[in-house]
């Protein structure tokens, strides 16, 4: 059954992680009526502390959206649990169950989803000692035995990174044909490279303990890191036709506006790159842009009142 709201919301924005409750958070401030529809699987759930953010450093990340939510709450913004699976050019969106929403801006703040290596023990780690961020979580394992999973080519820069943080870092090229000045590069900079076919993790006591080759060999480390693949969820806004850039992602200018009219793009949805502050940052850049781009509509519908008031007292 479609229910529809007769209201139009000058903005609905869609996911609450960083990047949507920042923009939330000014929308709400500048006065605007704000939905936000939330599915509640932020990408960062599965690790136990989020790290980097300043003043917030070291909190559960279920922490910092709690507090965000109940931020934005206080500013009159209402939030809906639920996923949004259609919008529609005009706006409106449309929630699994059949709620419509109608919106006069939408802001898209959805994020990605990690595709991880089919690797025994991988799925069960993530975020907890498999990891894929060296500035997020290498602290916390500094200078203890370290693996690089090459299951991507981006892991070859991620091990180089690492090595920043453990002298002792080991290099598992499994399935990547590792170039030549690669090899170079990885010896150079310290790194051990150990060949061979990954078959499991080795996870006992709830902590991994190592990598076991095909071969029968185990190599002793704390910590895995792995390069994902990452793929934002930016169905609703390519469905909807907005562009994307040669490197596949949905093109915005600086404020996230998309090629579409009205519609903006925030945090990993548009920037796979973008840590917990810089999402909240694209957010807030997202929610003033929008809000200039209302204000400047208010400001012509005004007019057009204006003069037509004027030219029937004339
Ligand atoms: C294991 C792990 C650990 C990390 N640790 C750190 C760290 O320590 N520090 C750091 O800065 N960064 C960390 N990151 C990166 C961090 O997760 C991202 O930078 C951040 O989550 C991006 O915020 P976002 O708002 O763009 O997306 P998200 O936080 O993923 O929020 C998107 C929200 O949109 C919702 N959504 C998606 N589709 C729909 C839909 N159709 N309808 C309604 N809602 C929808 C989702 O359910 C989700 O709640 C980590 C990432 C991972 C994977």
Request: include cysteine; hydrophobic fraction near 45%; charge should be neutral.
């Amino acid at each position: 059954m479609i229910m529809k709201d007769t209201q139009r919301h000058d903005v609905v924005v869609i996911g609450a992680g960083a990047a949507g409750l920042n923009a939330a958070l000014i929308l709400g401030r500048a006065r605007r009526g704000v939905v936000v529809v939330d599915a509640g699987e932020p990408r960062n759930a599965p690790a136990a502390h989020l790290h980097g953010f300043l003043s917030r450093d070291g909190l559960p990340p279920a922490t910092l959206l709690e507090l965000g939510r109940a931020e934005i709450t206080r500013y009159g913004v209402r939030l809906v649990q639920g996923r949004v699976e259609r919008l529609d050019h005009g706006y409106s969106v449309s929630l699994a169950g059949g709620q419509v929403l109608q919106a006069r801006r939408i802001l898209v703040a959805t994020g990605l989803r990690d595709e991880l290596p089919d690797l025994p023990g991988v799925r069960e780690r993530w975020g907890k000692d498999v990891l894929h961020c060296p500035y997020c979580h290498a602290y916390e394992v500094r200078d203890r035995p370290l693996a690089v999973l090459g299951t991507h080519p981006g892991a070859v820069h991620q091990a180089l990174l690492l090595r920043q943080w453990s002298d002792d870092v080991v290099f598992f090229p499994h399935t990547l044909d590792l170039a030549a000045e690669d090899r170079d590069r990885l010896a150079a900079r310290g790194l051990r490279i150990v060949e061979g076919g990954i078959e499991r993790l080795v996870v006992e006591d709830d902590r991994l303990r190592g990598i076991e080759l095909t071969d029968g060999r185990a190599v002793p480390s704390v910590a895995a890191f792995l390069f994902p693949r990452m793929v934002p969820h930016d169905g609703l806004l390519t469905r909807l036709g907005c562009g994307k850039d040669g490197g596949g992602l949905v093109s915005t200018d600086r404020s996230g506006r998309t090629t579409v009219a009205g519609v903006w793009a925030a945090g990993n949805v548009a920037d796979p790159r973008a840590q917990v502050i810089t999402a909240a940052g694209m957010g807030a850049a997202a929610a003033f842009a929008i809000n200039t781009d209302l204000l400047d509509e208010d400001v012509d519908r005004a007019l057009e009142r204006r003069r037509a008031q004027a030219a029937t007292t004339l």
